[in-house]
């Protein structure tokens, strides 16, 4: 989407403010309406969260103010891959990022192999657990949005839980999801829903008709105590089945390794049963020659509880970095993907 002369990565959907300027969003308002069941309240947050939406530009500079509309939140700037800095948003308070010309960066010719995005491009990448708001974009000189040859060529959507949501990674591009992207030099759309990731069928025709080369669907743990199995199998069927008849890879990860593993938990069984069922129904479609079709085991890649933090679900940093390289890994030189 362009906005004042700005490409807005991520963003399906924008609604003004009182001041003049705009909200963002990551899902249409029909799918965003589909959180508002009644009994998920949560929900209906998450899928208003801004999560690894990005404001990207070329340019000498700009002042940018946003805000975070409804929690503290952080924001990370980068010219092309490489990080500026980082900068707090304390909740509902206009904040002016002053982004200037970076004279090392610009006197050098950087030899970067598998560098994304044109060092030329400005970006800020919002984080995990906010919304935002843009209330004014003021350019130093002349700048316009990024051309597809400054960007990365191919795009991965992740749709899953918390943990493809960020949760526990710090800041957003330490993500899991966020990596494997950096790893096979593509850009990511994330609609990942922490703690509600309960398949509707308005967020799958959504998600299905994006834009996007490669799919990856973390499914199967936000529903454990939510829905039955068969319910999460009439679900995920319906988005695995739209999404591979549009002919482009899709890549399923069963639930990643937890407290629901262990012999105490009181979800183990029910848990067992949903990761088997995410791995009946890639066999089902895989049986009816759906060659596109892929599937990981999330036991596979969280192979130790060094990987989490103390509760026992989410990566920490490290294990999401581990995770991002495992599963990239798996993408290109098992599956052949990118």
Request: with cysteine; charged share 25%; hydrophobic share 40%.
């Amino acid at each position: 989407m362009i906005y004042k002369n700005t490409y807005l990565h991520n963003v399906s959907e924008i609604a003004p403010l009182e001041d003049g300027g705009i909200r963002i969003f990551r899902f249409p308002e029909n799918a965003r309406n589909s959180f508002d069941d009644g009994e998920h309240p949560y929900a209906v947050e998450v899928g208003q969260m801004t999560t690894g939406c990005e404001i990207r530009f070329v340019g000498e500079g700009a002042d940018i103010t946003i805000s975070a509309l409804d929690a503290d939140g952080t924001v990370e700037i980068f010219r092309g891959d490489l990080l500026v800095r980082t900068e707090r948003l304390p909740q509902k308070v206009k904040t002016t990022l002053s982004l200037r010309p970076i004279p090392g960066l610009d006197k050098y010719s950087l030899p970067i192999i598998n560098n994304r995005f044109d060092l030329s491009v400005w970006r800020v990448v919002f984080d995990h657990d906010y919304r935002v708001g843009i209330h004014s974009i003021e350019p130093i000189g002349d700048i316009r949005a990024p051309k597809p040859s400054e960007m990365p060529p191919k795009r991965i959507l992740a749709y899953g839980s918390s943990i493809t949501h960020s949760a526990g990674a710090g800041f957003y591009t330490n993500s899991y999801i966020y990596n494997v992207g950096r790893i096979l030099g593509t850009d990511i759309l994330c609609k990942a829903m922490g703690g509600s990731c309960f398949i509707q069928r308005d967020v799958a025709d959504y998600i299905v008709n994006e834009s996007w080369d490669v799919a990856i669907f973390e499914l199967g743990i936000n529903m454990i105590t939510e829905f039955s199995v068969e319910v999460f199998i009439e679900r995920a069927s319906y988005l695995i089945e739209n999404a591979l008849n549009l002919g482009r890879p899709v890549v399923l990860i069963s639930n990643f390794t937890s407290y629901n593993d262990l012999p105490e938990s009181s979800y183990k069984d029910i848990n067992e049963a949903y990761v088997k069922a995410l791995e009946n129904i890639y066999k089902r479609f895989k049986g009816e020659s759906y060659d596109n079709l892929y599937y990981i085991r999330g036991r596979d890649i969280v192979t130790d509880f060094n990987y989490l933090l103390t509760d026992l679900i989410h990566p920490s940093p490290y294990g999401h970095a581990e995770m991002g390289r495992k599963i990239a890994s798996i993408i290109s030189k098992e599956f052949k993907l990118l």
